[in-house]
């Protein structure tokens, strides 16, 4: 089958997915077409990322968060008036998706959860099969368990989660845990998380030092404090901060390191801990890696308080309101289970490629797709 994917351009967990999926389709026999990835002036597209595909790579403005001043917590108002200012824009988006399908003529759009591709298949109603995949789906599966924090937020969550998938197909969760049950929405499946190969194969050690990673500089501040508060304990810390040297010592105990894939999976195979807010995938990386990690929600993000509460359940860590590295030292100090968490993580992940090929069966139509 030929695929076109739409990307959500926020951070590196929806390109990580669409990386890993990229790789697993080629596998077994299938071609990705072109990429469509929503940008903002906000993030710099990974090299990285450009170099995995071998097809046409469109950006296209997509909507984003708007930060305070810190560039720390998300302004929700001001992330609604900003993008509803630039409806304009994003309509004209719409139209060149529309010609990028037309000419690519892909059998399948798979949507990492961007929202003008639900916009689009709710506009132009293509007649391609559209899958929405995003670990935000699993919201719609009576396992979850959502954050009690903020009403406001969570409707809004929902409603961009609703949009990002309209019409869909196929709604693919993508989770850190096995449901114990089947949900009522036959269109709903859930997967293991996408890990990356170069995961998989790493050669897992544990050297003395803590790994952080944070995707808004704002948050570099805490690392900083944390550091500061434990002059005994090592951090390597990743962000994308380009104004600084690289790598950049903020502290004889801290150093700061641009975004870099191979470096920052290195680093993740030999810490002893893992820092980050709580954005799915490197959580999932961290599980398998059997690294605990310390999940500071984004403020204002109400998907990422989902996150954490889903992981601290899953086993992955703890969550905190801060980067307080105490908070991890104490968890990690605890009795655990982590051997049987590891191998029951483990064990889910590696039914991955399974469920992939039973995807493209229903799609090409071996198996009656469920809508």
């Known amino acids: 089958m030929k695929f ?21 389709l080629e596998k077994q026999g299938h071609s990705i077409e072109a990429v469509i990835l929503g940008t903002s002036q906000r993030r710099k597209v990974p090299t990285y990322f450009l170099n995995t595909f071998h097809c046409p790579i469109y950006s296209f403005p997509s909507p984003n968060f708007i930060t305070d001043k810190e560039n720390k917590s998300i302004r929700i108002s001001a992330t609604i008036i900003e993008n509803l200012k630039k409806s304009a824009l994003f309509m004209r988006t719409l139209k060149q998706i529309d010609l990028q399908v037309k000419s690519h003529k892909p059998d399948g759009i798979i949507n990492f959860y961007d929202i003008l591709g639900g916009l689009y298949n709710l506009i132009y109603k293509p007649k391609t099969k559209f899958i929405a995949i995003g670990h935000q789906y699993l919201t719609f599966h009576p396992d979850f368990i959502f954050a009690k924090q903020g009403k406001i937020n969570s409707y809004l969550f929902k409603v961009n989660t609703l949009l990002t998938c309209y019409g869909a197909q196929m709604k693919i969760a993508l989770s850190l845990w096995q449901p114990s049950v089947e949900t009522l929405d036959a269109g709903l499946k859930v997967w293991p998380p996408l890990i990356k190969e170069s995961i998989k194969k ?35 810390a990743f962000w994308d901060n380009t104004a600084l040297e690289n790598p950049y010592q903020a502290l004889p105990n801290l150093t700061f390191h641009l975004i870099n894939e191979q470096l920052f999976l290195e680093k993740m195979a030999t810490c002893k801990g ?26 204002g993000q109400y998907e990422q308080r989902c996150n954490a509460l ?62």
């Open 202 to 236: 790493s050669a897992i050690k544990q050297e003395d030092f803590y790994l952080a990673y944070v995707v808004n500089p704002g948050y570099a501040q805490e690392i900083i404090d944390s550091a500061k508060k434990n002059p005994e304990a090592k951090i390597e």
């Open 4 to 24: 076109l994917f739409i990307v959500q351009g926020e951070g590196r967990g929806h390109m990580t997915q669409a990386q890993v999926l990229k790789g697993i």
């Open 310 to 371: 889903d992981a601290e359940m899953a086993g992955a860590g703890k969550a905190s309101d801060t980067f307080d590295l105490s908070v991890l030292e104490d968890y990690m100090q605890k009795p655990s289970d982590n051997f049987q968490k590891d191998y029951t993580f483990k064990n889910w992940q590696n039914t991955l490629e399974t469920h992939i090929i039973e995807m493209v069966a229903e799609l090409s139509g071996k198996r009656r797709l469920k809508v």
């Open 274 to 299: 893992f820092l980050t807010t709580a954005g799915f995938e490197s959580i999932g990386e961290a599980m398998f890696l059997g690294k605990p990690t310390l999940m500071v929600p984004v403020k």
